[in-house]
């Protein structure tokens, strides 16, 4: 399995999103200016997110994005399954079911097969851990763990395109 890179570029913007200020907002194209991505593809994302609740769409000349949510109530799994869809990483064609050494009996398969049991539990873990992590920690981590340069520039950067 490999998640796409939108997602990635999706949980970036949620996260620079949820740490502007109360009522600034950042157009599409500033978003994929900032993280150097094509703005064509992270239009289509952020939309998707702003049909999810994730992001509100702010109209106008002076529109954009902001974050929909407290960054608390928004995680990472959220963004993930807005992007990605819901549906399970793996499915199971029941594959035990075929071949020469299969029995005919169906009631010889009434519990699941343990290696899709072994791959759902997994998932589940994986989506649960997603769901942990929540916008606020990973802002609270970026003030911690990132060069002041970079932040310095990224708030100048930032105050050039917003009122």
């Given amino acids: 399995m490999k998640i796409s890179n939108t997602v990635e570029w999706a949980i970036h913007c949620c996260t620079l999103l949820a ?13 994929a200016e900032y993280h150097g991505v094509p ?19 702010i109209s106008g000349p002076k529109g954009g994005y902001q974050l ?36 005919k009996r169906s009631a010889s398969y ?19 851990e997603l769901d942990k992590t929540k916008l606020s920690h990973l802002i609270e981590q970026v003030i911690i763990e990132a060069d002041p340069r970079q932040m310095k520039k990224s708030q100048d950067w930032i105050e050039k395109r917003t009122p």
Wanted: charged share 25%; aromatic share 4%; hydrophobic share 40%.
């Fill in 110 to 128: 009434k519990r699941p097969c343990l290696i899709a049991a072994a791959m759902w539990k997994a998932e589940n873990v994986w989506r649960s």
């Fill in 19 to 31: 740490g502007l200020p109360k009522g600034v907002n950042l157009s599409a194209k500033d978003l």
């Fill in 68 to 103: 929909a949510k407290e960054p608390n109530n928004v995680s990472l799994l959220d963004i993930v399954l807005s992007i990605e869809g819901s549906d399970s990483c793996f499915e199971c064609e029941e594959i035990r079911q075929q071949g020469p050494t299969a029995l």
């Fill in 39 to 57: 703005h064509p593809y992270l239009a289509k994302a952020l939309q998707t997110l702003s049909n999810d609740g994730i992001v509100k769409t």
